[in-house]
């Protein structure tokens, strides 16, 4: 793990400077984490003063150098080269994919960001253990599809390894709540980025095979084994880098989207409430129903959430409030519906994996809910600081990650692979 050079060099100014023109934009990445970890420092804060005066003069390079592609590259080719496995060693590859290969994307992304930063002792060895705790607990779940408690494991895991994720990017300053904040950024735009690169791939893809047919060679299969999957396991390193270093963290495209649709979730929220009223339709009686009632829920809890961090905290609108805060209400009427829909199959139909991991669910996101409710609507009246609602939102990510722990390893003992 690197040290962070800014905090190497302390209060050595020469030194800072030749570090600064050696590599302006790495040295501004450096400078926001030495910030997180020592905000109170004079020299740091000069520095900070110094980069904000000159940003709105500033465009962003898009310029790659060798020093900096080289090690998502790395990461690229080796991630490439693990979920090639089944066609190296003789491994079932509906075994292998759905239990490794989202792993593999996020172990490659929790090590790009342990790279950029400097970690303490215990978040360095928190991050391997959880890894390898997730790695040996895929592996040594039984190879049994139809049992309930084994696939909630397999869907939990990916986030908890979503969750190491976000201690690897926050790194030492993982219990404030700002960097939380910007990990919750760094999942819009690199899932954005990630969708125009797969998208331009499809594009890519398409006129690869029409051009090799034209002079008769069939290399589809071999296309879509190698270049397509290799493609979809870069993607989202090659999305990390581009917002990560090309960008210098500061693009918005997230926040914009989230404004734009904000209100359009919220008036399709409330017509479809309305017209299952109307039709009464019930997630009470139907399963298939309540799984995408459910669906809905964390569709229109994330779009909450990124409203809130889409929010301009220095020049709030009242507007955007408002649409922001009707959106945390009907979110928060969709969890209830879902909640006491759960309640009721529980009385009716008994303990089942399925419905644990489903209440448990619905009942964190129901307390996180009401937390941002109350924030939020603080907020909106004055009474509090933006900083608050900041805080409400961010507060349940730990506890989100705790309960997959739970569901990919407790659960499935519990139940006994049933």
């Known amino acids: ?77 080796l991630a490439i080269l693990l979920v090639r496995t089944p066609a190296l060693f003789e491994v ?22 342990s790279h950029q930063a400097s970690h303490s002792k215990s978040v360095i060895v928190f991050v391997i253990a959880g890894v390898m705790t997730t790695g040996l607990a895929m ?22 390894m979503w969750s190491l994720l976000g201690l690897a990017f926050t790194s030492n300053a993982w219990r404030r709540a700002k960097p939380r904040l910007d990990y919750l950024r760094y999942n819009g735009e690199v899932f954005i980025f990630t969708t125009m690169i797969l998208l331009g791939g499809i594009v890519l893809t398409g006129l690869t095979i029409a051009l090799f047919g034209l002079i008769q060679l069939d290399i589809e299969q ?31 495209f997230a926040s914009t989207i989230a404004d734009i649709f904000t209100p359009l979730f919220l008036i399709t929220v409330v017509i479809y409430l309305l017209a299952m009223a109307i039709q009464q339709k019930s997630p009470f009686s139907d399963r298939d129903f309540l799984i995408l009632f459910n669906g809905l ?16 905290h220095d020049q709030p609108s009242r507007l955007v409030d408002s649409i922001n805060l009707a959106l945390v209400c009907v979110t928060l009427m969709v969890n209830f519906i879902a909640l006491a829909a759960i309640l009721y199959r529980f009385s009716e139909w008994g303990l089942s994996p399925n419905r644990v991991v489903v209440l448990g669910a619905n009942v964190l996101i129901f307390g996180h809910l009401i937390q941002i409710l109350k924030a939020y609507s603080d907020v909106f009246r004055g009474k509090i600081k933006a900083v608050k609602l900041i805080e409400a939102t961010v507060a349940f990510l730990p506890v989100y990650g705790a309960w997959a722990a739970i569901v990919m390893i407790a659960l499935p003992i519990v139940f006994r692979f049933a």
């Open 297 to 312: 829920l964390i569709l229109v809890l994330g779009m909450s959430v990124f409203s809130v961090c889409g929010r301009n």
């Open 222 to 252: 071999w296309y879509l084994n190698n270049v397509v999957l290799a493609g979809l396991v870069s993607a989202p390193i090659l999305a990390t880098f581009l917002y990560n270093e090309i960008l210098g963290r500061k693009s918005r």
């Open 92 to 113: 079932n590859e509906l075994w292998f994919y759905t239990r490794f290969a989202p792993l593999i994307v996020f172990a490659a992304l929790i090590f790009y960001f």
């Open 139 to 160: 592996a040594l779940l039984p190879d049994d599809y139809q049992s309930s408690s084994v696939v909630m494991a397999i869907i939990h895991a990916p986030l908890v």
């Open 1 to 77: 793990m690197l040290v962070n050079p800014i905090l190497d060099r302390g209060e050595d100014s020469l030194g800072l400077e030749r570090l600064y023109r050696s590599d302006p934009a790495k040295f501004a990445g450096h400078l926001e984490q030495a910030l997180q970890l020592n905000p109170e420092a004079p020299i740091l804060k000069f520095w900070q003063a110094r980069f904000e005066y000159t940003k709105p003069a500033k465009t962003v390079s898009t310029a790659v150098t060798a020093r900096q592609i080289w090690y998502p590259v790395l990461l690229c080719l």
